[in-house]
């Protein structure tokens, strides 16, 4: 698997399992951000790129028996690889557009807005849409 980035092999309880987790982180962003008590929302976003991550791997595990692993900027490459044409345009920029949020909310020091939080979980609630039918 040479120059195809860091892969590992699951089993077929794998694609159910990260499905799971998904909705799981999705819905707790959903959460934080609905309080809408914070000055920044970086915790949710957070929260908006692992659930990508994890739908992402819950389509590869069920298509191909394998998930991206430590680098996050190339699922995409995989997802695209597992399901070719299949990957709408749209969903692979939303979710590199996510997965180009990761070290800023997690290392930066800039803020994430109520509102830009909202735009994002808008966007991810379109690629869970579109991920929950192909995992």
Known sequence: MT???????????HASARLLQAREFHEAARSLITLAQSRSYNPAVTLMVTAAIAYSDAITAKARGVINQQDHQGAPRLLR????????????????????????????????????????LAELDDFAAWAEGHA
């Open 3 to 13: 120059g195809k980035g860091p892969r590992k092999a699951v089993d077929g309880r």
């Open 81 to 120: 690889e597992v399901l070719g044409n299949r990957l709408p345009d749209r969903q692979e920029k939303v979710f590199r557009k996510l997965l180009g949020r990761k070290d800023e909310v997690n290392y930066g020091a800039r803020s994430t807005s109520l509102e830009e939080a909202l735009r994002l």
